[in-house]
Every structure is written in C-alpha cells, then in structure tokens.
C-alpha cells in the first residue's frame, strides 16, 4: 500500500539550501556517483530524440550542474530551471551565461508547489534528488503530469533511502584519498563541513517525516498514482535513490 507520503509532514527539520548552495558542486565534484547520477539523466534524455525547440523543465534544478551539461549537448532546446533557493539559483545562472547563449537556460525561481505552467506545455520534465524534500511530493508528481504533454516524458531520480552521514562522509574521504591524496583530502573536509551538518538535518528531516523516504516499489507506485506510466525503473545514487523513466498517456 502507498504511504501517506504527505501526513505526517512537521515544519522543521529542513535543510538550508542557500548554506549548501556554497559547498555543492565542490562536493559533487569528489562524488563520482553523483555524476554517474546525472549521466543516466541525460543518457535517458538522449535517448528521446527529442526535436528541436523540445521544452524541457528540470524542478529543483540547484546549481544547473544536469541543464548546463544539456544545454553543451543541445542547444536548440528550450530548458526551464525551477528552484527555489537563491543561492543555488546564482551558482546556476553564472553556469549557464558561460555558455555564451543568453537566455538558454530560463530560470523560474520559485518554489514548483507555487509555480503556474500551462497544462500539456513540456515535452520532458525531469527533476534529480529534489522531489523528497517538496512539501508534497504525491501533489508534486501530480502537478508534473499536467504540465507534460501527452506523449511526453517525466525523467526522474528522486533520493528516498534515510541518509547515512558516515557512510557518505567514508565513500567521499576513500574516493579523495585515492585521486587527491591526504592533504587535499583533509583540506577538502575542513573546508566543506557545512555538508555534512545538512546532510545530518536531512537525516533529522527523513526521521521526523518532513522529507519523504520511499524504496523502489513505493515510488512506482507513486508515479503510477499520478498517472504515468513507469517505462525504467532501477536504483542509482549508491542506491539511495530510485530513478524512472515515464510517460504520459496519450
Ligand atoms: C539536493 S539538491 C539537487 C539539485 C540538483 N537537482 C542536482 O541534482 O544537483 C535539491 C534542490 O531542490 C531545491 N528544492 C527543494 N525543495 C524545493 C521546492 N519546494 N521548490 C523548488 N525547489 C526546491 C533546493 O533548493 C535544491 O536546489
């Protein structure tokens, strides 16, 4: 039977976005399995075909790290970032006007239960380790289908296992050790210890319900709840995180 994945929300725990915001795409970068993450992404994407002028909205788009790779690949396509935080939003846009194409990348800054899309406006919508911490994550899935096209695709990683800090903290310290050294390492760690206290309260946050925790089945069903048709589905992200491929009927 699906959880009620929104009763038994509470105000706090939640995580600082724009104090991780600064920290992010450092970590990230010493994270291999966050970018075989977003690789399976833009393989999924890639495999679409999508046509030329195909809009495209990632929601909880952070720091643009999954849009800014897209756009490199293709940049005949419409892409909308939707986030809510400042400061992620700020470490994207510089991303994306790097690129040398202004208003490639739109951004939306707002949170997705607030935003106001038209229905069966995006050919894709994809979102990567965001929806758990929404408000409403059932509601979220919802309000994605109807702004997909008929046809069109929801490609999505969403983090639903609880958070394990030492276990993250050793796969981060062993990856460093091996490719960096122990100075870097150590460097790495003192510089970036804000992660680890937001890692801590998004383990406080799964504990008291205010972030969802699902495992594979139970989030199948939820897309399956909003209607979509659940095309892939596996585990990704050190198997803390489930990832689909779905589609919206015709
Ligand atoms: C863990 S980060 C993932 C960022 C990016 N998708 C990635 O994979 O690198 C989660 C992002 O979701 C955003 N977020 C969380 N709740 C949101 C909401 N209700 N509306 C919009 N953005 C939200 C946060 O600001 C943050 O940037």
Redesign the pocket.
């Known amino acids: 039977m699906l959880p009620d994945i929104e009763a038994s929300k509470s105000e706090y725990p939640s995580i600082d976005?724009t104090k991780y915001?600064k920290h992010?795409d450092q970590m990230?970068n010493h994270n291999p399995s966050?970018w075989e993450?977003?690789n399976s992404v833009l393989t999924a994407i890639g495999t679409l075909n999508l046509p030329e002028s195909s809009r495209i909205l990632?929601?909880?788009?952070?720091?643009g790290?999954?849009l800014f790779s897209l756009a490199k690949e293709r940049n005949d396509l419409s892409l909308f970032h939707?986030?809510?935080?400042r400061g992620?939003n700020e470490l994207a846009s510089a991303k994306y006007n790097s690129l040398g194409q202004k208003n490639t990348v739109e951004i939306v800054a707002?949170?997705?239960?607030e935003a106001n899309f038209p229905d069966n406006h995006f050919d894709v919508i994809t979102?990567?380790?965001?929806l758990y911490?929404?408000?409403e994550p059932q509601k979220v899935l919802s309000t994605a289908y109807d702004w997909i096209k008929p046809g069109g695709q929801l490609v999505i990683?969403d983090?639903g296992r609880p958070q394990n800090v030492n276990d993250w903290a050793w796969y981060m310290a062993k990856t460093s050790l091996v490719t960096q050294g122990i100075a870097p390492t150590i460097k790495l760690f003192r510089e970036n210890w804000e992660v680890a206290r937001q890692n801590k309260i998004t383990a406080e946050a799964q504990d008291s319900g205010n972030y969802w925790l699902h495992n594979t089945s139970e989030f199948k069903i939820a897309l399956e709840k909003s209607g979509f048709i659940v095309n892939k589905l596996d585990q990704c992200y050190r198997g803390y995180s489930d990832i689909a491929v779905c589609s919206k009927p015709h």
């Open positions: 976005w915001a992010y990230c966050y993450m977003i990632d929601i909880g788009a952070g720091t790290n999954l939707l986030d809510f935080d992620m707002c949170a997705v239960e979102t990567t380790n965001a911490a929404t408000s990683v983090f």
